[in-house]
């Protein structure tokens, strides 16, 4: 199996992934005997790839989710998915995500452990927002796994199914903070033209400006 | 000497302790017990082992044994008186002796009734007897006569093949010159007058050509005739022929005639060693020069005369005799001498050329096999009956199940001619299945690859191309290639080729890519945020702004944002200076 660890160069090839948090409220009716009193919400950290008929265990070993100190058992390691942990707090911190993929030359996916950030969320980004009524908090994230010059191994696990179909329409139009769609991409780059459109006017504004000044200080000398 | 005295000039140190007992134990585990002491040699043989337990128990059988036979009667041996050539009248009577196990009175008993032991070995071969003189001269002419009327006919042969190729210039010389005469003909007006002139040339030329014919018979053979003379004129009219041809032609040269004194010599000879042409050769000393081949045709060519001359002569002897070539021996020799003399260079090439060959054999194998393949798969059942009756359900059913029988039986038959390949052992490797996205059909139905598949399927070529065994069934790469995808299927793979950008291997999140755009340095990107800000792009407050939907488009669409802002601030920049200079220069006029 030597071969399939092979690197093939000049290729990337990625998977879009979703990670974050969804948190919600304690009520009184939610909260066990265990939960410590002062823990105001409960929330679920995840990870998972955006297409849910996309299998990544043949990559992925397991996940590990690295929880504030203050926890028990702060890493809490997760082997199957769904990649997710739910807990109760109070505060917000910083959740290490990290990816670890099946080692061993013989497997020939050899790539190195992977951390993802998330600052965990428990209120609503903006207080202006309409927050839903239940107080429910989505902090979803989009992002891309890049395999960068990936192993045959890998190339082959990743191209057994097409990862990267966005859907075109929310599963549920309240669902609007917790999934990503094609329109979003497209929506995002039409906004990114209109920036670099500014951009290159305001270079184009600059330019003649600059053009004006030249002369005056070539009339200036003279 | 004992053990420990060996022990002791190796320096070998023994447990003390351990070697009482030891020699406790070996004292009373010997066999022959204290009273039984070994002496001379086999004593001191035994000291060596020393401590040891002896591996074998050392019998004292030997001498025993020895005491025992001694005891025995001695065989009687008898010097015995014997005749080599017994029954060989004509050798002179000597009498040998030798000894001879048995006593005298039994041996003298028997010797009666057996031959000598050794005589079976003395075997004659069975040579025919040299005639006398007179014949001999005679079958000496007769021989001759022969052989010159062989030399004539090949001569003859020859001469023709000659004559032949001589016409057939002439023709062709002759056909051109018409043409160039008709060529001219063309030019001019009167054609008749020309075709007249035809005419006679053509009646002309065939006697004339006979002619010529004649005269370069005549002269071809008096060359052959001075040829058969003397050696030096053939030598010179050879000169460019082969040195094999040359050397055969030389020898082809009347040698020196055989008197009968020198055939009585070769006879005897060849009685004497047995036809070991080697040993013949070697001791054939006559003022004459011989060779080999000399020597086997002369003795040849006089036993097949005898033979045929004799009454009950074997048909059988006398054709293998006469089978006998000397010029095909001489060129035989030539070329097994050439075949030593070859340098290693010339081995080395033809080993080369010789494995070529081969592999040129194994590939049209190769393809016969293909063809056939296809050509199997291309045989279609054949239509015999009406197809009306295939119109109903029924039909169809019955054809579809006839043709899944047929399919089967084709395939059944392919894996039993494989079978059988494998089974009788033939060496011939069966040719592996042909990649798809090498074979030659694939390329034809290509109609469009990506840049993506066209880097990979030239670098699936390159791997095989390194290393063909790798299997290739499972090839993803190639199972992709398969797919023929679109650019935009491409995409939903998520697979991008980056042409000669310098990746580093590994994973990463799209959101942390490293864009050029980016690798600058934190100031930089701190005025392009604020750049960002006075034109109303939403940066989300911090300097790290990304899209909110890192995917490879919007990133790369991202990078050219903001190097068009860097863009922007390097004109500012400029700008700013510009501004300041001229700020400089009024300052200093309104000064002035």
């Known amino acids: 199996m030597s071969s399939s660890a092979k690197r093939i160069k000049f290729i990337s090839i990625s998977v879009p992934v979703l990670y974050g948090n969804d948190a919600i409220r304690l009520t009184p009716e939610k909260r066990k005997a265990t939960t410590p009193t002062d823990h105001t919400h409960e929330w679920t950290v995840f990870f998972r790839p955006v297409l849910n008929n996309i299998d990544l265990t043949p990559l992925i070993k397991k996940v590990t989710f690295k929880l504030h100190e203050t926890y028990e058992n702060p890493v809490r390691s997760i082997e199957k998915p769904p990649y997710q942990v739910t807990e109760t707090g109070w505060g917000e911190f910083e959740i290490i995500i990290k990816i670890h993929f099946h080692s061993g030359a013989e497997l020939g996916i050899n790539e190195k452990n992977f951390q993802i950030f998330h600052g965990l969320r428990l209120h609503p980004f903006n207080p202006q927002h309409p927050t839903k009524e239940s107080g429910e908090v989505h902090s979803v994230l989009y992002d891309e796994l890049v395999f960068q010059e990936p192993t045959e191994r890998v190339f082959e696990i990743l191209t057994r199914k097409p990862s990267n179909l966005l859907p075109y329409k929310l599963s549920n139009p309240d669902k609007r903070d917790q999934e990503y769609i094609r329109t979003d991409e497209i929506d995002e780059l039409a906004r990114l033209d209109v920036y670099i459109n500014k951009v290159s006017e305001e270079i184009e504004n600059q330019r003649n400006q600059y053009k004006d000044l030249e002369q005056e200080k070539l009339a200036l000398l003279q | 000497m004992s053990a420990n005295d060996i022990l002791d000039v190796l320096n070998v140190q023994r447990d003390e302790s351990k070697q009482p007992v030891k020699k406790k134990q070996k004292t009373s585990n010997d066999p022959y017990g204290s009273g039984q002491r070994q002496s001379g040699m086999a004593r001191e043989l035994y000291n060596l082992l020393g401590p040891n337990t002896p591996p074998v128990n050392l019998p004292l059988a030997g001498t025993a044994a020895s005491k025992a036979s001694l005891k025995l009667k001695a065989s009687p041996w008898t010097k015995m008186p014997f005749k080599p050539n017994k029954h060989n009248t004509d050798s002179k009577d000597v009498t040998f002796s030798h000894w001879v196990k048995g006593s005298r009175e039994l041996l003298e008993q028997e010797e009666a009734k057996k031959p000598y032991f050794f005589e079976k070995y003395n075997v004659k071969i069975d040579i025919p007897e040299l005639v006398d003189e007179e014949t001999y001269e005679k079958f000496m002419e007769e021989i001759k006569e022969r052989e010159k009327r062989i ?61 010529e014919d004649k005269e370069k018979a005549e002269s071809i053979h008096a060359n052959d005739k001075e040829s058969y003379n003397t050696i030096s004129v053939d030598d010179s009219s050879s000169k460019d022929a082969k040195d094999s041809q040359e050397s055969i032609e030389a020898a082809e040269v009347e040698p020196e005639d055989w008197s009968y004194e020198e055939t009585q010599y070769l006879f005897e000879l060849c009685g004497d060693f047995e036809l070991k042409w080697p040993v013949i050769y070697d001791r054939f000393s006559y003022p004459t020069h011989r060779s080999v081949e000399d020597l086997k045709e002369q003795f040849y060519r006089i036993c097949i005369k005898i033979l045929e001359n004799q009454s009950t002569s074997n048909p059988a002897l006398i054709e293998s005799l006469s089978a006998y070539s000397k010029p095909r021996e001489l060129e035989r020799k030539q ?73 089967k039986n084709q395939k059944k038959r392919q894996l039993q001619q494989q079978q059988k390949q494998v089974t009788t052992g033939n060496q011939e490797p069966v040719p592996p299945p042909i990649p798809i996205a090498a074979s030659s059909s694939f390329k034809k139905d290509r109609s469009f690859q990506t840049h993506l598949q066209q880097y990979l399927s030239g670098l699936l070529k390159q791997s095989q191309n390194l290393n063909p065994n790798v299997k290739r069934e499972s090839n993803a790469i190639q199972q992709l290639l398969m797919k023929r995808l679109t650019q935009k299927e491409e995409e939903a793979y998520g697979l991008f080729f980056h042409g000669t950008e310098k990746l580093n291997p590994g994973v990463i999140l799209r959101s942390t890519q490293k864009l050029p755009g980016l690798q600058q340095k934190q100031s930089v990107l701190k005025s392009v945020n604020a750049v960002l800000q006075e034109l109303d792009i939403p940066t989300a407050g911090g300097t790290s702004w990304k899209p909110v939907m890192p995917t490879r488009k919007t990133m790369t669409k991202y990078d050219e944002l903001i190097r068009s802002v860097v863009a922007l601030l390097e004109l500012k920049k400029g700008k700013d200076k510009l501004e300041a200079e001229i700020r400089l220069i009024k300052s200093q006029r309104g000064l002035q």
């Open chain 2, 151 to 211: 030399r004539e006919e090949r001569r003859q042969r020859e001469k023709e093949k000659r004559e032949q190729e001589a016409r057939d210039r002439e023709r062709r010389e002759k056909e051109q010159k018409e043409q160039k005469e008709a060529a001219n003909i063309g030019d001019k007006s009167d054609s008749k007058s020309s075709e007249d002139e035809m005419k006679v040339k053509s009646e002309d030329s065939p006697i004339k050509d006979k002619k």
């Open chain 2, 335 to 407: 070329y097994l001498e050439n075949l030593l003399r070859r340098t290693p260079a010339e081995i080395a090439e033809e080993e080369s050329l010789v494995i070529e060959a081969r592999r040129f054999e194994l590939a049209a194998k190769k393809m016969l096999i293909e063809r056939s393949h296809l050509l199997t798969l291309l045989d279609s059942p054949q239509t015999t009956q009406q197809v009306q009756q295939f119109q109903s359900s029924q039909g169809l059913t019955n054809l579809y199940n006839n043709l899944m029988i047929i399919d």
